[in-house]
């Protein structure tokens, strides 16, 4: 052996032994796929008209969580997922035009531990995810874009229905592939559809992996958010489904959910936040049931997309010892965009539609209003876990209380990974997450001790075992939720001694973020 080949050994090694280097035998795969505004009761497996047969497999041989938490906001909530942090924690609660701070992110620390890390999809910062610890990423780095076209009008087209047109100067938002940014971004291809995209970028990825190396997917859809746009042949599938109205919807949704078991048993239907569907006119009824059919097959295209993922995964061997999470970023979006100089039909290119607070309270079902808030309609999401190789009890509702914190504790458990003190020469806060692997796996099953936080603008909330105080704007509300899963009787008068110990829990975990 020559000296330069034994000194490039020995250099080899060191880098080698530096990281751990996990087998494809011992170490799963992990997926973690997140949709954007989608509410609590929109899959089939949560109560569901919607077809959604991909997803629905994963929660019946997988396992559904009812009690799972997000931050009822879009960038806090993805800033908590990612760094198992609260995003007061980060710098995250009020902007989202800085670095994440004071954190290890899920693509640090999964190629700390040997991962392959790829990221697909919608980020809603202004950092690059390859400068955080993914070896791809490509996707939207800003908030909402436009489906069909994020850039400029394409020749034969009407105008791109965009946010940044109505601002001057002229905004876009940034697409990023393999790292590199652009603004605007107009793909070539009419056959552009961002939820398609973002499943071709992960699966050529997925294609190129050494066999040996498990990796890490995070796939962070844009769909069902706004503006609602869809392919007409998945429209077709819906365009007389939601002509009765919003009451016999949410009925029928709620009945299911009973029948499903993802509802406690003493639950009722909270009270209605929707118009009457009687009251409408014809015009009025025909543009409401076209848009709900528009968000219904946004969802369907979802569905159909990680049904994509799945075929892969099965094709190569890999699915049984891969686990996948499901999750939604905050509960179903009353919020109305209103762009000037958008035409056309609901559901195409030029027409940026907003679901809307009526079909947002049916998209929410059982639970009362929506994101921004903190009650249960704003920041209850479904969560499901799949793992074939490891899951024993396959079908199993768990009502264990768990927040986009957990995350992060969760995987690194799962991935065998070590927490760092420090990171790049910053101070790494320790996360407030709780591990549920146990959960997970079935190897436990154990009540949440310690209590969860919210906060988001002018709602805030604190849940200490059954007992939630909760406020958006006004004076705190007091709910038991074990009796009262869907918060319709405030129990603030009747028992003001719990509610002042929830406030001083609130107020002493507040005051190290200002956020009042």
Same mark, same amino acid.
């Given at each position: 052996?020559?000296?330069?080949?034994?000194?490039?050994?020995? @250099?080899?090694?060191?880098?080698?032994?530096?990281?751990?280097?996990?087998?494809?035998?011992?170490?799963?795969? @992990?997926?973690?796929?997140?949709?954007?505004?989608?509410?609590?009761?929109?899959?089939?497996?949560?109560?569901?008209?919607?077809?959604?047969?991909?997803? =629905? /497999?994963?929660?019946?041989?997988?396992?559904?969580?009812?009690?799972?938490?997000?931050?009822?906001?879009?960038?806090?909530? *993805?800033?908590?997922?990612?760094?198992?942090?609260?995003?007061?924690?980060?710098?995250?609660?009020?902007?989202? /035009?800085?670095?994440? *701070?004071?954190?290890?992110?899920?693509?640090?620390? !999964?190629?700390?531990?040997?991962?392959?890390?790829?990221?697909?999809?919608?980020?809603?910062?202004?950092?690059?995810?390859?400068?955080?610890? !993914?070896?791809?990423?490509?996707?939207?780095?800003?908030?909402?874009?436009?489906?069909?076209?994020?850039?400029?009008?394409?020749?034969?087209?009407?105008?791109?229905?965009?946010?940044?047109?109505?601002?001057?100067?002229?905004? !876009?938002?940034?697409? @990023?592939?393999?790292?590199?940014?652009?603004?605007?971004?107009?793909?070539?291809?009419?056959?552009?559809?961002?939820?398609?995209?973002?499943?071709?970028?992960?699966?050529?990825?997925? &294609?190129?992996?050494?066999?040996?190396?498990?990796?890490?997917?995070?796939?962070?859809?844009?769909?069902?958010?706004?503006?609602?746009?869809?392919?007409?042949?998945?429209?077709?599938?819906?365009?007389? /489904?939601?002509?009765?109205?919003?009451?016999?919807? *949410?009925?029928?949704?709620?009945?299911?959910?009973?029948?499903?078991?993802?509802?406690? %048993?003493?639950?009722?239907?909270?009270?209605?936040?929707?118009?009457?569907?009687?009251?409408?006119?014809?015009?009025?009824?025909?543009?409401?049931?076209?848009?709900?059919?528009?968000?219904?097959?946004?969802?369907? /295209?979802?569905?159909?997309?990680?049904? *994509?993922?799945?075929?892969?995964?099965?094709?190569?061997?890999?699915?049984?010892?891969?686990?996948?999470?499901?999750?939604? =970023?905050?509960?179903?979006?009353?919020?109305?965009?209103?762009?000037?100089?958008?035409?056309?039909?609901?559901?195409?290119?030029?027409?940026?539609?907003?679901?809307?607070?009526?079909?947002?309270?049916?998209?929410?079902?059982?639970?009362?209003?929506?994101?921004?808030?903190?009650?249960?309609?704003?920041?209850?999401?479904?969560?499901?876990?799949?793992?074939?190789?490891?899951?024993?009890?396959?079908?199993?509702?768990?009502?264990?209380? @768990?927040?986009?914190?957990?995350?992060?504790?969760?995987?690194?458990?799962?991935? %065998?990974?070590?927490?760092?003190?420090?990171?790049?020469?910053?101070?790494?806060?320790?996360?407030?997450?709780?591990?549920?692997?146990?959960?997970?796996?079935?190897?436990?099953?154990?009540?949440?001790?310690?209590?969860? !936080?919210?906060?988001?603008?002018?709602?805030?909330?604190?849940? =200490?075992?059954?007992?939630?105080?909760?406020?958006?704007?006004?004076?705190?509300?007091?709910?038991?939720?074990?009796?009262?899963?869907?918060?319709?009787?405030?129990?603030?008068? &009747?028992?003001?001694?719990?509610?002042? =110990?929830?406030?001083?829990?609130?107020?002493?975990?507040?005051?190290?973020?200002?956020?009042?």
């Amino acid at each position: 052996m020559s000296f330069k080949i034994f000194i490039s050994l020995i @250099v080899f090694t060191a880098l080698f032994n530096c990281q751990k280097a996990p087998s494809q035998s011992s170490s799963p795969n @992990v997926i973690l796929i997140l949709v954007d505004d989608m509410g609590y009761s929109d899959l089939g497996a949560y109560g569901s008209e919607i077809a959604t047969p991909n997803i =629905d /497999r994963l929660a019946f041989e997988g396992l559904r969580f009812t009690n799972a938490y997000n931050t009822s906001k879009c960038f806090p909530s *993805r800033a908590a997922i990612l760094t198992g942090l609260y995003s007061q924690q980060t710098g995250y609660h009020k902007s989202f /035009r800085q670095p994440l *701070r004071n954190a290890i992110t899920l693509g640090e620390l !999964f190629q700390s531990a040997g991962y392959t890390t790829l990221w697909s999809g919608k980020h809603h910062s202004t950092e690059n995810p390859v400068d955080r610890g !993914f070896d791809h990423y490509s996707g939207l780095l800003d908030g909402a874009a436009n489906h069909f076209n994020p850039g400029l009008k394409r020749e034969g087209e009407g105008q791109p229905a965009q946010k940044g047109l109505s601002k001057t100067p002229i905004s !876009f938002r940034n697409w @990023v592939i393999e790292g590199e940014i652009f603004n605007p971004y107009t793909p070539k291809s009419k056959a552009f559809y961002s939820t398609d995209v973002f499943t071709d970028y992960a699966l050529d990825w997925m &294609e190129q992996i050494e066999s040996e190396k498990p990796f890490f997917l995070y796939l962070s859809y844009t769909a069902p958010h706004d503006p609602l746009m869809a392919w007409p042949e998945d429209i077709e599938k819906y365009k007389d /489904r939601y002509s009765e109205g919003y009451e016999v919807i *949410r009925n029928q949704r709620f009945e299911k959910q009973k029948q499903l078991g993802v509802l406690p %048993d003493n639950t009722v239907l909270s009270r209605a936040e929707h118009s009457n569907w009687e009251t409408l006119s014809v015009a009025e009824k025909a543009k409401e049931s076209r848009t709900m059919a528009v968000y219904a097959a946004m969802i369907d /295209r979802l569905d159909q997309n990680i049904g *994509r993922i799945l075929k892969k995964l099965e094709q190569e061997g890999k699915l049984n010892n891969t686990l996948i999470l499901f999750t939604s =970023d905050n509960g179903g979006s009353s919020e109305v965009v209103d762009l000037p100089g958008g035409y056309g039909e609901i559901g195409t290119l030029t027409n940026w539609k907003s679901l809307g607070k009526n079909w947002a309270n049916v998209s929410n079902t059982p639970y009362r209003e929506y994101k921004n808030w903190s009650h249960e309609g704003g920041i209850k999401t479904p969560l499901i876990a799949y793992w074939p190789k490891q899951i024993k009890n396959k079908g199993l509702v768990t009502h264990q209380a @768990v927040h986009f914190i957990d995350f992060l504790p969760t995987l690194q458990e799962v991935a %065998d990974a070590d927490y760092p003190k420090k990171l790049n020469g910053n101070v790494i806060i320790p996360s407030p997450g709780k591990s549920f692997l146990s959960q997970i796996i079935g190897d436990a099953s154990t009540e949440r001790n310690d209590p969860i !936080f919210w906060q988001w603008q002018h709602g805030k909330a604190v849940r =200490d075992g059954n007992w939630k105080l909760v406020a958006y704007k006004g004076e705190w509300e007091l709910y038991n939720l074990k009796n009262d899963p869907v918060e319709e009787k405030n129990l603030v008068q &009747e028992e003001p001694e719990k509610a002042e =110990d929830l406030k001083k829990l609130y107020a002493e975990w507040a005051k190290q973020f200002r956020t009042d």
